[in-house]
């Protein structure tokens, strides 16, 4: 089954928010737009697209702020970075109803690929359709008690199957 791209954006947008000038994440991150880490960006499409020369420049020119455009044009950047972390992390990937994916590719957006690993008991439920245990498994995380709503919102997605 194939991404609901335009349901899982705007699930992003709906958990990450917009900010257009930049602003510390609740772990301490410094990030713009729809959640897009500032520290940790070295891409050169990134760069190219803000017609900078340099990771410096690019972040004196976060400071400044951002159009909408540039957080949408972030958002489709680290949008398919955390597709790929998902096709890599979970091997059933595509076998997922469209709600399931959009919850990983959320969860991969927030977490990052590294971070996201470290969900051991999560990911073999997920690998073995076991939801409910997958359901917990997202509750016994730092990362729920960081993002509250949002773990919620997603636990119960995963549980379910269906948009919430």
């Known amino acids: 089954m194939h991404t609901n791209i335009k349901f899982t954006k705007d699930l992003i947008k709906k958990n990450e928010g917009i900010r257009l000038i930049p602003y510390y994440d609740t772990v301490q991150k410094l990030t713009i737009g729809y959640g897009f880490n500032i520290e940790e960006t070295t891409n050169e499409a990134v760069?190219?697209?803000?017609?900078?020369?340099?990771?410096?420049?690019?972040?004196?020119?976060?400071?400044?702020?951002?159009?909408?455009?540039?957080?949408?044009?972030?958002?489709?950047?680290?949008?398919?970075?955390?597709?790929?972390?998902c096709e890599t992390i979970f091997m059933n990937f595509y076998a997922l109803d469209y709600v399931r994916q959009a919850v990983l590719i959320d969860m991969a957006f927030n977490l990052g690929r590294f971070r996201l690993r470290k969900f051991v008991k999560f990911i073999r439920a997920m690998h073995e359709y076991d939801y409910q245990s997958a359901y917990f498994e997202m509750f016994d995380s730092k990362w729920a008690v960081q993002v509250k709503g949002r773990a919620i919102r997603n636990a119960y997605m995963i549980l379910l199957g269906e948009e919430y």
């Open 47 to 85: 760069i190219e697209h803000f017609n900078v020369d340099s990771m410096d420049k690019l972040k004196q020119k976060f400071k400044k702020g951002i159009a909408i455009k540039d957080a949408e044009f972030l958002l489709d950047f680290s949008y398919k970075n955390a597709v790929d972390d």
